[in-house]
């Protein structure tokens, strides 16, 4: 077992306290001690470790508190009253997890073996992190492609993915090695499974998706075998627990790949070595000639959504009150609906609810290769999402002409100029989309001049882009580093 010499405190004696201490002792770590607001532990043994009152904090020399109790809120709050710095205070599963992994990590002992020549270069294989599943979901379906496109130019390839419960959409470019996360509950043992797997498959490349158990697991085997492993990660989303995962391991990873400008300027600021950071921009398929049709004022407008059927960062539930307030105004509209997650049946049965299924489609799944003719036969793209890094789907829709009428999240403005190829509103603010669609369904003239541009927009961005290229290129430097 690893012995880890980091000085760690708990804060919460409870079922979680509970699994938290199993989970460090796994990795070779144990708190000095844990505190507790009930004075009836105050003394006690809990799995091995003492209870201490929270006034006896002073007494003792820490590098964290981690809180391991399910009232945050309260505690950070009561951390921060004892004088404790918020560097100092760790909370939230994910980011207790994050920290333990490096401090374990940092102890590790490089490997001496497992070496192979600077030839083998060109027979280095690409590992996909798919943690979130084979499914049908912007960054899966971006992978998918990028599988193809550098399996056409000879590079061999492996998925990483995991069993989930939502639809299951497996690409068979590549073989698939699925952990079964059902049966495994402990998570040293997933971590080992991928790292094994990683390991099996050196020399590598593996291309980072989400900051979770396979980039981790990746980061274990660059600290084992360095020579022999090269990490891409990839920013996806605008969601701090990426800047504070990849921040943390910073010098794990060989290159960030950044999607939007918003990613870009708050990378920097978490003052991670520029040199690392490229700027990933998406290859969609677009026309030279925008080739569709625009409806006059008596057609119903067409208003679509291509995207993950959930209300969690989405906010697809949204959707139902902006129907309601277009109805008020008196807009004749269709809205597709394309996806599918874990609010779509939910979906389904509230379109029934509020008697909206004469303007409410619930379309479901599609084929990606459908996807341009989805977004041909829609006037306008609308999103409602949170958070976002860089939608895929926005640009895909812009490149047939579908006028987005979206949130002001991260990528928004990397593609919408608003007033001009769309429009941007404030996150929630559905009061301004419906506004906004208002203004476009008035004035048709108007729709078809934004729509043109939105297709010029993405198609001139278009017209050198070759991500095959640009990945065989990044692959190369991060070896030749």
Known sequence: MIKVNIRILFFGAGKLGKHWITCFRDWGMVPQGILDNNKDLWGSLWEGVLVY????????????????????????????????????????????????????????????????????????????????????????SWSYALAKSLCEKGYEGLYLTRDVT????????????????HKIHCDKDKIDTYVMKIINNLPCTVICNFPQYIFWSACIVKRLYTDQIRIIAVQHSDESLYYSTYNLWEEYVDCFLVISSRMEQRILSEKIDRNKINRLEWEIPCDRNLDREWGEKKIYLQIGYAGRVTISQKRVDLFLELALKLKEKGIRFLLNIAGTGNYYEKLCERVQEEGLQDCIVCVGCIDRKNIPNFWKKQDIMISCSEYEGHSISQSEAMAEGAVPVITDVSGARDDVTDGYNGYVVDVGDIDALADRIQKLYLDRTKLKQMSIRAHDTICKRQKDMDQTVFWDDLIGKVWQA
Not at 80 to 89: D, P, Q, R, S, T
Not at 166 to 181: A, C, G, Q, R
């Open 53 to 140: 009152d929270p006034s006896m904090l002073e007494t003792f020399n820490f590098d964290y508190i981690f809180i391991t109790c399910k009232r945050e809120a309260e505690i950070y709050r009561q951390l921060l009253e004892l004088g404790v710095a918020k560097n100092k205070i760790i909370v939230g599963n994910h980011n207790i997890l994050n920290h333990l992994l490096f401090y374990a990590v940092k102890e590790m002992a490089p490997s001496v073996g497992l070496t192979k020549g600077r030839d083998d270069i060109g027979k280095r294989k690409v590992l996909f992190d798919l943690y979130n599943g084979m499914i049908l979901g912007g960054v899966e």
């Open 166 to 181: 939502t639809s299951m959409v497996i690409d068979e470019t590549y073989p698939v090695f699925m952990l079964e996360n």
